[in-house]
């Protein structure tokens, strides 16, 4: 139940004829009483809203930064018109700040009987599931004057997966991948080779690939050669602890992480290695394992997409623990954490030796521009403190990644922008010296 | 952003099929609306309503058995024990027509020569009522009986009176005075106010510890004033005592009109708006009435504007902390601290650090003076030039110092870049 604008205003209105006519209770009676009597009719001859029927259909899953339409349909059973505002709740991150207002309300007017579809259309401003709250309809009577209200409940949620900005980088990633495949590339074995083909040697060829048996059956030196073994395993590590909370740009390190992922996953389903992903911060916060490389990208991103950083810090122990439990086998580790001295000093590196001991293992950084930026200022006082503490941390940083290095690590530092590239092309790198 | 079916004609049989009402329930999606069916209504609200009818009952139950205390005190029409109705009876086999008024107006018109004016609690009177009524009693020849008047009436009603701010103990008093209707009733419980001072040709009757409880003061005209420190002799249940009744019926019953004015609040609502007029009455009713009405819609404009369409939808929000926060909450600590020497030696390290692979010194090396400053000097064009105190010195002596040395070790990179 609710009252309308215009009961209101006649009511202001009935003040003239009580002032200048009837200036006595029995005036008030005769303007308020019809105004009664009237909004009871419209209440009276408004639909019901109880014994409305909504089904919601429309889009499940969206990119950040595109629309998704959610359709309700509104059947009216009743044998009264339905004239209503619905009110379609959805959290106000479902649309942009400030539209939430237009985007939510709906004018909807259905005949006795029939039904109607409502889009409503919205553009998420952050990652993660978004729930549909209640749907609301205020239906009001033929004169405007009084209006039913209710709400139903309709569950629909949409889940709005990471951008993956990065994938602009991916045509030229695989480009260079066709290359890396076409080439016989490399003329020593390592681990992570298999046994290409035999050709004939020429001046400049590692005499140490010479293969002594062909050349004893044929008249002229063979050569063997090696080329990148195909199915290797990359594991890929999300940490999802503080450190990843912290926002570079106006994007949380998290989301600059992902996209790195999604891009290492894209590239390396087509090279026709296999990509699991762990995200932990004190738990497995996801997990996706064994997929083929045709489903492996959307099962990244449904995986991604309600992540959040969590304020806690990370158990490397028990990261470890579960990356090792979900890479048995020998396997590229990519680790998406942060640089910073002390989780990696006191968490990380005593039980680096663990993961190094199997795999190959790769940890990826995401670096803030801001403090290159600070690093660079001058002109005053301020601002050469500025870029001291800046040098500071730049050291502590290099530091930390020194420390890495020197246990065998492969070291990626990065701007949010640059993340995503680099971590490609150190596995592409990788791939090419045969080291996965 | 609403999309209708079409209604045009060609889309007519869509239209039809779409609009199948309840017939097939089959189809029907379920019930979605969240407002409670009545049964849940009664379910929920039903406890409440017991506690309530409870509380009802109770209210009813506790004001029926109290009802008799209090209730129509000094009333000549009350039964009450505490009301007066024994002695109006009383008095009218006697043949004196008891009337009561409860206005002032009324009881100012009804002073007479041959009338008794009652006032059962003169205290409750405002000023200016007690002014009006003191005005017509004192020269009308009759008698005015006050009741108990305490010293916010007695200044206006009996001047030259005041009485005792302490009560007397005992109820009962002895007559000890010459008035006849005192003598002839004896013992009599007008024990109450005492008087303290009182005119000298008063009659002070009644000494409760040697002040009057009981004062006649003769007026203008054969009229007088009779105060009593207590009503009981007038209340149904103390009349049978002592000489209670016979006192009564003599000081009421000296005239053949009695006018028993009770004192009400509309009585005094009246006497002040037909005295002050406000501001309200000075306007025209018409605006008065149109600003109730304009109110009555300013209710139902509130009552419009506070509905909400459905509740706030919550949300829990990211936390937004930037990751270059603690560097520069570090900067901060640097400057409040003035630690030159710090910063310097932070800012002389990384230019080290980034100079040592451009002059081919490794970097495990670039802190010893002894290896990077003779490589340093090679590269350089300008000789002459010592960057020893730039690169090792020490550390500033002010910030200004800073300034320049952050400005030359970037100078000095520059060079070597170039060179």
């Known amino acids: ?436 | 952003m609403t999309t209708r079916h079409p209604t045009a004609p060609t889309a007519a049989p869509q239209n039809a099929q779409d609009s199948t009402p309840p017939a097939r329930p089959g189809e029907q999606p379920p019930a979605t609306s969240t407002a409670r069916t009545p049964r849940q209504l009664w379910t929920r609200t039903r406890g409440l309503l017991i506690a309530a009818a409870i509380l009802l009952i109770a209210a009813v139950a506790i004001a029926l058995v109290r009802s008799e205390a209090a209730h129509g005190r000094l009333d000549p029409r009350s039964a009450d024990p505490g009301g007066s109705r024994a002695v109006a009876h009383l008095l009218a086999d006697r043949g004196v027509s008891t009337r009561v008024v409860t206005t002032t107006a009324e009881a100012r018109d009804a002073a007479g020569p041959d009338t008794t004016v009652l006032v059962a609690s003169p205290d409750l009177l405002t000023d200016r009522q007690q002014a009006q009524l003191h005005a017509a009693t004192t020269d009308s020849g009759g008698r005015t009986v006050l009741i108990a008047p305490g010293t916010p009436s007695l200044g206006t009603l009996a001047p030259h009176v005041t009485a005792d701010p302490a009560p007397s103990l005992d109820a009962l008093a002895r007559p000890g005075c010459t008035l006849s209707a005192a003598r002839r009733a004896g013992d009599a419980e007008t024990g109450g106010r005492r008087y303290a001072t009182y005119p000298a040709d008063a009659d002070t009757c009644y000494r409760s510890e040697s002040l009057p409880t009981l004062l006649r003061l003769p007026e203008a005209k054969g009229g007088d004033t009779v105060l009593i420190g207590a009503p009981d002799i007038l209340l149904n249940d103390r009349l049978d005592e002592h000489g209670n009744a016979s006192l009564a019926l003599q000081l009421l019953g000296s005239r053949p009109h009695l006018v028993w004015y009770l004192p009400s609040l509309s009585d005094d609502a009246r006497a002040t708006d037909s005295e002050r007029r406000s501001f309200f009455d000075l306007l025209p009713s018409g605006w008065l009435w149109g600003t109730l009405q304009l109110f009555v819609a300013a209710v139902l404009a509130a009552f419009w504007r506070g509905r909400r369409l459905g509740r706030l939808v919550p949300e829990r929000l990211p936390v937004a902390i930037r990751a270059s926060e603690a560097v520069e909450g570090r900067a901060r600590l640097y400057r409040k601290a003035n630690a030159r020497d710090r910063a310097a030696s932070a800012l002389r390290t990384a230019t080290r650090t980034r100079l040592a692979p451009l002059i081919g010194v490794p970097p495990s090396q670039a802190h010893t003076p002894e290896t990077l400053l003779p490589a340093l000097t090679a590269a350089l064009h300008t000789p002459g030039q010592d960057p020893r105190p730039l690169l090792f010195g020490p550390p500033p002596a002010n910030d200004a110092a800073l300034t320049a040395l952050a400005d030359q070790l970037d100078a000095l990179e520059r060079e070597v870049r170039h060179s």
């Open chain 1, 1 to 436: 139940m609710a009252l309308t604008g215009r009961t209101a205003l006649l009511a202001a209105l009935g003040s003239l004829p009580v002032g200048i006519w009837e200036p006595s209770w029995t005036g008030i009676l005769a303007v308020n009483t019809p105004l009664a009597l009237a909004c009871a009719c419209d209440f009276a001859l408004a639909a019901p809203v109880r014994r409305l029927r909504l089904t919601r259909s429309g889009d499940t899953a969206v990119r950040l930064g595109d629309s998704a339409d959610v359709t309700l349909t509104v059947t009216n059973p009743s044998r009264r018109p339905l004239r209503a505002q619905l009110r379609d709740a959805w959290p106000p991150s479902s649309w942009l700040p400030g539209t939430e207002f237009e985007a939510s309300r709906h004018r909807v007017t259905i005949p006795p009987g029939e039904r109607r579809r409502i889009t409503t259309r919205l553009l998420p401003t952050r990652r993660g599931d978004r729930k549909a709250d209640r749907v609301t309809i205020r239906s009001s009577g033929p004169l405007g004057l009084f209006t039913r209200q209710g709400s139903h409940d309709v569950p629909w949620t949409v889940r709005v997966l990471p951008p993956f900005h990065s994938r602009k980088h991916l045509p030229s990633k695989l480009a260079r991948l066709r290359e890396l495949d076409g080439r016989t590339s490399v003329l020593t074995r390592g681990e992570g080779t298999e046994f290409d083909s035999l050709r004939e040697y020429v001046p400049g060829d590692d005499t140490r690939s010479i293969d002594w048996r062909a050349t004893a059956r044929q008249s002229t030196l063979a050569v063997r050669t090696w080329r990148p073994e195909r199915d290797r395993h990359i594991l890929i590590v999300l940490d999802t602890g503080r450190t990843s909370a912290g926002r570079v740009g106006d994007a949380p390190r998290l989301d600059a992480s992902m996209d790195a992922a999604l891009l290492l996953g894209a590239l390396a389903s087509r090279a026709g290695d296999r990509v699991d992903l762990l995200a932990y911060d004190r738990r497995i916060r996801a997990l996706v394992q064994g997929r083929a490389a045709g489903e492996l990208l959307p099962a990244l991103v449904n995986a991604m997409a309600p992540l959040e950083p969590e304020l806690v810090e990370t158990d490397a122990r028990g990261l470890t623990a579960a990356a090792l439990r979900t890479a048995p086998r020998r396997s590229l580790v990519v680790l998406l954490t942060s640089l910073d001295a002390a989780p990696v000093e006191e968490g990380l590196l005593p039980v680096l030796s663990r993961l190094t001991k199997r795999h190959t293992v790769l940890v990826a950084s995401v670096a803030d521009p801001t403090i290159a930026e600070m690093a660079g200022s001058r002109g005053n006082t301020e601002a050469v403190y500025d870029a001291a503490a800046a040098a500071q941390a730049q050291a502590e940083r290099h530091r930390t990644a020194e420390l890495l290095i020197r246990r065998g690590v492969t070291v990626i530092d990065a701007t949010p922008n640059d993340l995503a590239p680099a971590l490609a092309d150190a596995y592409l790198a990788l791939k090419a010296a045969g080291r996965l």
